[in-house]
């Protein structure tokens, strides 16, 4: 039997998983700067923690959860998402309590959807996402857009489509789903089962609808802006402000509505087409949730959040060339064992140069030299360290410089002062393997 993996899943390996950790390291780095702090809640929490925040009319909780009764019959889920575990960890903590807020969090890790799988959709991906928590002035939400900007900016994705809109507070918005609800109530017999369901769940969500008759209807709905408070008006304009005067461009988008319950105030989603025309749907989205800390037992206190799509992004810069250049930085040393006797001490050698600090592998098999000056040039290794039975008997190595072809023997005691020097003197040579002084590239040409 073959054994594959499982559906909507996918493997990573080898420069893909380069790619993931560069991506990842530095969304962590630029978050870092940031001022936000890492959290690692588990990936299994009670399933009530998402039933209770994400809403029970969204399609995470109604369709997609990976729900299961453990040995001792407690409801357990995979996390849909990053969000109501790190609300459930701050509370539980008691994190709002002894640190100054916003308290600044972010995280990146797998999170499962049972989705249709399809380009850009699995049902095991990771998120990095950031939550900030505990404060309400709107520039801790343009912190948090700002932050996910400048990190889809750092990785090269420039011309970002940054979608916002506003929910308003939570007069606003129960205003504008009866509003919703009156508009609706003329067509809803003839929309989808799911358009069926959110018309007495949540109305908002009929916004959100994917097909085409429901979108025209939903278009000439009534709009939120005209059951928004003053403060949510203001709040909103204050954002829009910041990110004219910061230049970050965004469209405001009063579709908008975000597939979870918790969100209120300003939301938004980040959208990129890659070169090649793919478009693998929002890279990124998040907003602001008023109630979501209180709901899951906290305090009345708000917070704000992102997440990015790890597998998307990496997508766009792949399509985009944009991860070309983060090859492989290769080996430093490949250690050759010419004699099956010499095995030990090449294993001995490569792991001593190790320590030093230099990447190093061995030959295992005891192959020709030339092939294994082959395989050295494939890792890409900067030199060889050759030893036969010589070597082994008088206590030497043999290095060979693998760019300019020079090789010499020396004693092995000299083994770190020998490498040192020799990589001292290459950081002073220029790629045709000459010193800067005698140099014959024509740089300037
Ligand atoms: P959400 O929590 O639904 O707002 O999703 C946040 C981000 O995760 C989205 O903007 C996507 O980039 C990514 N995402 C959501 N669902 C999937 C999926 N099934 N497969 C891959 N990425 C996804």
């Known amino acids: 039997m073959d054994y594959k993996n499982v559906k909507g899943t996918h493997d990573v390996f080898l420069k893909e998983a380069d790619d993931y950790s560069y991506v990842e390291q530095t969304m962590k780095m630029i978050a870092e700067l940031f001022s936000f702090k890492e959290v690692r809640p588990p990936v299994l929490e009670y399933s009530e923690v998402f039933v209770r925040s994400v809403g029970d009319s969204s399609d995470i909780v109604r369709k997609e959860m990976y729900t299961f009764l453990d040995k001792g019959n407690r409801s357990i889920t995979l996390r849909p998402e990053f969000t109501a575990g790190i609300v459930r960890l701050v509370n539980q903590n008691k994190l709002l309590f002894n640190n100054e807020l916003p308290l600044k969090t972010y995280y990146c890790g797998p999170v499962f959807r049972y989705e249709r799988p399809q380009l850009g959709r699995y049902r095991q991906f990771n998120q990095f996402g950031v939550e900030a928590l505990g404060h309400n002035s709107p520039y801790v939400d343009i912190d948090v857009i700002v932050l996910a900007y400048t990190i889809l900016n750092s990785l090269g994705l ?60 939903a278009k000439k709905a009534p709009k939120i802006f005209d059951y928004l408070s003053n403060e949510s008006k203001d709040r909103f304009e204050i954002i829009t402000t910041a990110l004219d005067e910061m230049g970050i461009p965004y469209e405001i988008d009063d579709q908008l509505v975000r597939g979870l319950d ?83 001490l090449a294993e001995m050698i490569t792991n001593q140069i190790r320590i030093f600090g230099y990447s190093a592998d061995m030959c295992f098999d005891n192959i020709k030299v030339g092939s294994m000056f082959k395989r050295a040039d494939k890792r890409s290794a900067k030199y060889a360290i050759l030893l036969g039975e010589d070597e082994l008997n008088n206590n030497k190595f043999v290095l060979k410089n693998l760019s300019t072809k020079e ?39």
């Open 262 to 344: 918790y969100y209120s105030e300003t939301v938004f989603e980040f959208h990129y087409t890659s070169n090649l025309g793919n478009n693998y749907g929002a890279i990124g989205a998040g907003g602001h949730y008023g109630n979501l800390i209180h709901e899951l037992g906290g305090e009345k206190l708000p917070g704000v959040g992102f997440s990015f799509g790890v597998e998307r992004i990496v997508s766009v810069l792949k399509d985009n060339n944009l991860l070309d250049n983060k090859e492989d930085s290769g080996l430093m040393f490949y250690v050759m064992p010419l004699d099956k006797k010499c095995n030990l």
């Open 407 to 445: 090789q010499s023997t020396y004693d092995l005691e000299d083994l770190e002062e020998v490498l040192n020097n020799e990589l001292e003197n290459d950081e002073h040579e220029c790629c045709c393997g000459h010193d800067h002084e005698h140099c014959q590239c024509h740089h300037d040409e």
């Open 158 to 217: 420039e011309n970002v489509t940054l979608k916002i809109n506003t929910l308003g507070d939570d007069a606003s918005r129960e205003a504008y789903k009866k509003a919703l609800k009156d508009y609706f109530a003329n067509f809803i017999d003839n929309m989808c089962e799911d358009c069926k369901n959110r018309f007495v769940t949540n109305p908002l969500r009929i916004l959100d609808c994917k097909v085409p008759e429901d979108q025209e209807i």
